[in-house]
């Protein structure tokens, strides 16, 4: 274990993340919170100096194999959540260190579950800062170190792997930082699009940046406390339904998309499930609700903002979709579990391991009807690995094993079935609203502190789907012989 690599790496994710707070300390100047500004400034020199302490370990061997790339990832999560709860604590807009910590775990995962129920009263900065935080986690901090560190070479692409979600994670281009750097690039021009877009149509400036962050990093954090139903604007519902869309494909197929190979996008294996899903959920949805809504209209665009929300794994809210009928909350939760694609900025199972999924099932039923013969796994037209095959399989073994686990703990506080199970869903799977009391209209303030960490330890575990965080708590890896 290169103990002296992982504490320079965390150092400077720190400083990092010191210099994004310099972003809310413009906002608190700008508009004169004081007691704001303090609580940033002295989170910032909070993280910079622990940053600093770390970074002086200076490696003499800058190698980073697959057990130091987990390792680090699942800390440096573990660390940004801590030292990014500080303005919220220091400002005292969230009551409690654990209320702090699970609003900042729910921001960088980019699940969106609040603990807030009056949001409009809160500072400007402290709201740009959460929402901030969501674009941040959305790309992920460890990618966006690799697009701006010096001396990356290739085993860094470790650290890609950890971070990144879905099943295979592979290079755009030759090098891992020109990879990192497009990702980047092509997250920060969606970003601006969306945001032109809103402001265009007459949303405030300050709303639509902030608005634009959380549906980049597919978190759904609002500024509203009726999230943007409050704006009662169809356009912009529209727009952020289209652009949750394009954040939750994979980020390859937008780079496939700006060298103009077209080609290779059509023939997306995994995109094509997904509009599938999601074009056969929204009609569902709409037949059913329509005698809900005055018109045809409404109901496609409720229907389809709510579905696009869900399977995105933003979270933003136009309906309280609770009320629906009993098929459409079903079809919410069937999409909360399957999530989007692999490669985007989105959580969930993932479509891609459901694909996989679904031709492993049917390899069996042909190896039953025919033993001799040779079944071979494919995805665009490419083999699937036996590897990537055990690590889907072991992924949803483990998947159910801890949605089964919090679902026990969540169960000490004693609401309801629906509550529970639907909370460590959302929460696993990066979402944020669910149903019952976790409802779209409702926040999860009333869960124990204890509950509190149990779904924090569920949002990191989806975000970094699962690995990182078992890892850095097996023995095995910390021996100084790994085998």
Known sequence: MNYRMMAYILGNILRVEGLFLLAPVLIAVYYG?????????????????????????????????????FVIVALAWILMSAFGALPFYFSGAIKGIMNCLFETVSGFTTTGASVLSEIEGLPRSIL?????????????????MLAIMPAVD?????????????????KLVPKVKATAKILYGIYIILTLVLAVLLFSGGMPLFDSIVNSFSTAGTGGFSIKNASIAAYGNSYYEYIITIFMLLFSINFDLHHLFFIRDFKNIFKNEELRY???????????????????????????????????????????????????PELSKSLIIILI?????????????????????LKMAGREI????????????????????????RGVTGYIIIYLFIIFG????????????????????????????????????????????????????????GRLEIFPIIMLFSPAVWRRSYM
């Open 128 to 144: 740009f800062w959460r929402s901030f935080t969501q674009w941040i986690g959305g790309m992920g901090i460890l990618v966006f």
């Open 33 to 69: 919170e004081e007691k704001a500004l303090v609580a940033f400034l002295l989170s910032i020199c909070s993280a910079m100096i622990a940053g600093t302490i770390l970074a002086r370990f200076k490696p003499k061997d800058r190698k980073i194999y697959g057990r130091e790339g």
């Open 337 to 357: 579990i399957i999530g989007a694609c692999g490669g985007s900025t989105s959580g969930g199972i993932k479509v891609s391991r459901l694909i996989i999924l």
């Open 406 to 461: 919090s679902f026990l703990l969540i169960s000490l506080d004693n609401f309801d079935f629906t509550t529970s199970i639907t909370t460590v869903l959302t929460c696993f799977g990066n979402v944020g609203p669910g149903l019952g009391m976790v409802g779209p209209i409702e926040n999860y303030a009333f869960f124990s502190d204890f509950s509190k960490l149990v779904l924090c330890a569920d949002m990191l575990l």
């Open 366 to 389: 042909r190896h039953i009807v025919h033993p001799r013969s040779i079944n071979i796994i494919k995805l665009d037209s490419h083999k699937i690995d036996e590897d990537i095959i």
């Open 154 to 170: 290739e085993r860094s692409m470790h650290l890609m792997r950890a971070e990144a979600p879905g099943p295979v994670v592979g």
């Open 274 to 324: 997904y509009l599938f899903i999601i074009f056969g959920a929204i009609g569902v949805i709409t037949v059913n609700i329509l005698s809900l809504y005055p018109t045809v209209e409404s109901a496609f665009r409720h229907a389809a903002f709510q579905v696009l929300s869900i399977i995105s794994t933003t979270g933003f809210a136009t309906a309280n979709y609770d009320v629906w």
